[in-house]
């Protein structure tokens, strides 16, 4: 049977359009499904990821599109090809290599059957997750991972482990960029990154997110533990135990290494995979040669707290639950990690006006750091949404004041112009934005808008020109493709 419309679900031997015979579900996650299938033009068995989300922009979707065109690498699952199922287009397909495998969370939950008994057989497995971490760093247009935990981490025949799913990896200086929601997630991730409200900066400043999670990875694989069981624990970055206390025979070195990983400042740990690798092959050299050469991790009692409970309830995206759980946290406690999870929440929720009254009201109450910094660019894009333009140019003006420049705030002055009406002044920062980062769909689209309002259509038919070839299957562009060709102007 064909699957022709998202009414119908993916099941055993039925056909993915002309494309795919799906023979086998390895994976049925919130965000998509993992299918075993025969690639009908070759017969060629692969692994395709199917989003279950289909009402996401393609850009969205192509989860690890960068990855298309670099050589492959032994650690990283191969990402073949992405797009639209033909002929309906319809569904959205991510073709990968077909590797069989258990993910490592999977076979840490097998240790009562001696699988990673030895710190060699660990490291081992480490190793080879830094490779690939370092292969994705050092790419001319490099990629941080930003999703980097056991369940990303496949173990296949002989331990050959492969990296995978890239649904949060990001370039230098995205704009706008996945958001975390994950729960598993978001205990892995460094405090900066821990807000799920976005992950964004240069590459250095997410280069630094990926090592404080292989840090937290490296501590879990020795100790059998997570340095913190609860997503307000990872954000205030709350007191652990060293990796020693837990697993004894664990030397100074490696101790040393993981804690370097997990500082809570980026500044103060390693700078770039290369230093942490050179650390670790001393640190692995130590190790070994102590006296004692088994690891004997032990289990611990996990807590949760009203963070676990808003962070379950955004992956499920309940998120008027979410904001709920989370405004009730901020009445009782005051803790403006709440707060922010609250307005993210309702802001995610498009509870707008729910918004502006918790935002006016809380904003100015003794918020500092990254939380003010946040809730400030959640409260640009909700009054820009609303188009109430005096507090988002207020806001945008006190973020440039207290946090210096960013890509994403010349993007929302530039949608600020736009709502203005101001559009030769939207256009002039846009194409500023497009020649510090070229090839932003989001930019090349307002570009394409702006020039449209100008009434400089062939302005905006090369813009369009450029869109479509960056941005696959999209209805709006092709009918504004048409409309251009009826001008004379493709």
């Avoid at 100008?454 to 302005?459: G, L």
């Amino acid at each position: 049977m064909n699957i022709k419309s998202a009414h119908f679900l993916p099941g055993a031997n039925k056909r993915l359009g002309n494309r795919y015979l799906l023979l086998e579900c390895l994976g049925d996650g919130s965000h998509g499904w993992v299918w075993r299938a025969e690639r009908l033009s070759d017969n060629t068995i692969v692994a395709v990821k199917i989003p279950k989300d289909l009402t996401k922009d393609d850009r969205l979707l192509a989860e690890g599109k960068e990855l298309l065109t670099v050589d492959q690498h032994p650690n990283i699952v191969r990402i073949c090809d992405m797009g639209r199922i033909p002929p309906e287009n319809e569904w959205f397909f991510i073709e990968m290599e077909y590797f069989p495998s258990q993910s490592l969370a999977q076979k840490l939950e097998q240790r009562d059957k001696h699988f990673g008994n030895t710190f060699e057989w660990l490291f081992g497995i480490y190793a080879q997750v830094l490779d690939a971490v370092g292969f994705l760093a050092t790419l001319p247009t490099p990629i941080s991972h930003g999703d980097i935990k056991p369940h990303n981490i496949l173990v296949g025949a002989g331990d050959l482990v492969k990296l995978t799913d890239f649904g949060s990896s990001a370039l230098p200086e995205e704009i706008y960029v996945r958001t975390r929601e994950n729960g598993g997630t978001v205990l892995y991730a460094a405090p900066e990154f821990s807000d799920s409200v976005s992950r964004k900066g240069t590459f250095e400043d997410l280069l630094r997110g990926d090592i404080y999670s292989l840090g937290v990875l490296l501590y879990q694989l020795l100790t059998g533990q997570l340095p913190h069981d609860t997503p307000s624990q990872v954000r205030r970055h709350a007191p652990f135990k060293r990796p020693s206390e837990i697993n004894t025979n664990i030397v100074p070195a490696v101790d040393a290494l993981i804690l370097r990983c997990m500082r809570k400042l980026p500044s103060e740990r390693y700078c770039d995979i290369e230093s942490l690798r050179s650390d670790f092959e001393l640190a692995r050299q130590n190790q070994l040669s102590a006296p004692q050469y088994t690891v004997t991790p032990s289990g611990g009692q996990v807590s949760t707290d009203w963070s676990t409970s808003v962070v379950t309830a955004l992956e499920e995206k309940d998120y008027l639950k979410a904001a709920k759980v989370a405004g009730s946290e901020f009445a009782r406690s005051h803790d403006f990690t709440a707060l922010v999870q609250q307005l993210n929440a309702l802001y995610r929720a498009n509870r707008l006006f729910d918004f502006e009254e918790a935002f006016l009201r809380e904003y100015k109450s003794g918020l500092q750091g990254s939380d003010q910094q946040s809730i400030r660019l959640l409260g640009i894009k909700a009054f820009l949404t609303l188009r109430k333009t005096n507090p988002a140019k207020a806001l945008i003006q006190e973020a440039e004041r207290l946090d210096g420049g960013s890509l994403e705030l010349d993007f929302l002055r530039a949608t600020l112009f736009g709502l203005e009406a101001n559009f030769s002044e939207a256009r002039e920062a846009l194409e500023v934005i497009n020649r510090k980062c070229p090839s932003k769909p989001q930019v090349l689209i307002r570009l394409i808008q702006v020039c449209e309002q100008m009434r400089d259509y062939s302005a905006a038919a090369g813009y369009l020109k450029h869109a479509l070839r960056i941005i696959n299957n999209s209805v709006e562009l092709e009918s504004k493709r048409q409309f251009y060709q009826g001008l004379g102007l493709w």
